[in-house]
């Protein structure tokens, strides 16, 4: 029975069209789709860089292990969810395709260009990096156990019905002519509104953690920002579904969004500290690409110039919003990913161009936005990215809210295991298996000094407080007066010559 059941699908995939897709719009978008695969190590480098020591390995593992939960989501269900064409609610997918049942060679949901299985792979990758930007918002003090549990949940109640919408042929948003190309709902909004709230639920750490922040590894953050920017070009580029003009003007937006956003960024953060600081070059690019996400394929070049510097400057002064907001959003998902999507959404009902549009030979009669005069594009966005924002932060807290409450899966890691780190509490290995001290020689202590003055562990918000207290002790010491106690500390124990900024 089963030697006959194969003989007959066999003689289906014999006799199957597979020529009416060009092998060149395949290959691109086999390519693309690797590209975005590499944006997940890129994310993983990045949000590690960002963090303290102690916890930068659980941010990779994280980002890591959702990585694998959301492949086997898409597989088991997510795709169906998301793309299924015969749902006709508006809001998600059914089970059609459950299991990548009838997904061969058919003309895919988004683009006759190419055929539905690499659709579904390319669209997986977006899933990926979405649930690996959301992994962000457990930083620091977020177990990784609850946090896969909520991958997976996320994935169903959040991003599957967030990717319905503009994409599904049936999707309400789709219908309703919202304008988003590559994602600036599901993907940017999603994740950073869904961080937000995740951040939100987690509550904020310790007071002392807030204090005196620095990323522990600036050149990992530039690292991740540009695996992240070559991934991104797979992204936008292979939006266009076909190896056409659409997809070359959506690289070249990328790159200038991204290329004009990070230096407006950072010089705002040289008009306050002067200094061309890394991570501000690094935080304004990226806002830039994500601006660009869902705009890069529907605008002109020089519009891309004005929606990166936009993006670089209102994304920069977002990252305040966290502080007024009373949220700890750690490593700036929102004012980064929602705030920079937002700005792609709306560039997109200023600036979307018919003859943009029309380069993938697919979509020609297509209306922009106002430049075309379609005025009511603008307020077609407007209400896409209310409903997208409202609906993502209120379900992602609710999921994280009820597996709280699960017995087992509680969210958050004790006090102290926050103080000693998620490295060390959570995971058992290390980013860099080295002993976590000052970054000043002079000012670090390897024996606990009770009062509580001299603890060696890092502190934390990238917009933090300093730790003033470190700092008189540090001028004391440079002034040739140090405390007695740190000194016969230093002189009983052994230190390992590991290089300055290496302690």
């Not at 691109?28 to 975005?36: E, N, P, W």
């Not at 003090?141 to 949940?153: D, E, K, S, Y």
């Not at 590559?182 to 639920?201: F, R, T």
């Amino acid at each position: 029975m089963l030697e006959k059941a194969i003989e007959i699908w066999n003689a289906i995939l014999q006799k199957r069209d597979t020529t009416q897709f060009d092998r060149g719009d395949i290959s691109f978008i086999i390519v693309a789709g690797a590209m975005v695969s590499f944006m997940i190590p890129g994310l993983a480098f990045l949000y590690s860089g960002l963090s303290r020591r102690k916890s930068a390995l659980s941010l990779i593992w994280a980002v890591t292990a959702s990585n694998a939960v959301c492949i086997f989501q898409w597989y088991f269900w997510g795709y169906s969810l998301a793309f299924s064409p015969t749902a006709t609610n508006g809001f998600i997918g059914n089970l059609d395709n459950f299991g990548l049942i009838n997904v061969l060679d058919n003309p895919s949901p988004g683009s006759p260009l190419i055929p539905d299985l690499l659709y579904a792979f390319y669209q997986m990758e977006f899933a990926c990096v979405t649930v690996g930007i959301l992994m962000g918002g457990i930083a620091e003090r977020g177990r990784v156990l609850p946090a896969m549990i909520i991958t997976f949940l996320w994935m169903t109640l959040v991003y599957c019905p967030l990717a319905c919408w503009p994409w599904n042929i049936n999707g309400w948003g789709f219908k309703y002519g919202v304008f988003d190309y590559a994602g600036g709902g599901p993907v940017e909004i999603g994740s950073g509104v869904g961080g937000l709230a995740y951040a939100w639920v987690l509550g904020r750490r310790q007071e002392k953690e807030l204090l005196n922040f620095r990323p522990h590894n600036v050149s990992m953050v530039n690292l991740g920002t540009f695996i992240l920017w070559f991934g991104w070009l797979g992204f936008n580029g292979g939006s266009a579904f076909g190896a056409n003009l659409r997809a070359v003007m959506a690289i070249w937006n990328s790159m200038l969004a991204a290329a004009f956003s990070g230096i407006v960024w950072c010089l705002l953060d040289y008009r306050l500290e002067r200094k061309y600081t890394m991570v501000g070059f690094c935080s304004g690019t990226i806002a830039g690409l994500v601006a660009a996400t869902p705009a890069s394929g529907f605008i002109h070049p020089w519009a891309a110039v004005i929606m990166g510097v936009i993006s670089g400057a209102v994304c920069n002064y977002a990252t305040k919003a966290k502080a007024l907001l009373h949220m700890d959003d750690a490593l700036d998902l929102f004012a980064e990913h929602a705030v920079g999507g937002i700005i792609g959404l709306l560039m997109n009902g200023f600036f979307a161009s018919k003859s943009i549009i029309a380069l993938d030979g697919v979509n020609t009669n297509v209306t922009g936005g106002w430049v075309d005069h379609n005025w009511k594009q603008l307020y077609i966005q407007v209400a896409y990215i209310c409903a997208t924002c409202s609906y993502s932060f209120v379900v992602t807290a609710l999921i994280a809210k009820c597996v709280d409450l699960i017995p087992g899966l509680h969210l958050r890691t004790t006090a102290e295991g926050e103080t000693a780190g998620l490295d060390e509490v959570e995971i058992g290995e290390f980013a860099n298996d080295y002993i976590e001290v000052r970054r000043d020689f002079m000012a670090w202590s390897a024996l606990d000094d009770h009062s509580g003055a001299h603890k060696a562990s890092a502190a934390g918000d990238r917009h933090g407080q300093p730790d003033l207290a470190q700092v008189e002790q540090l001028h004391r010491v440079h002034l040739g007066e140090p405390d007695s106690s740190t000194i016969e500390e230093e002189k009983s124990v052994e230190l390992p010559h590991t290089g300055g900024e290496a302690l």
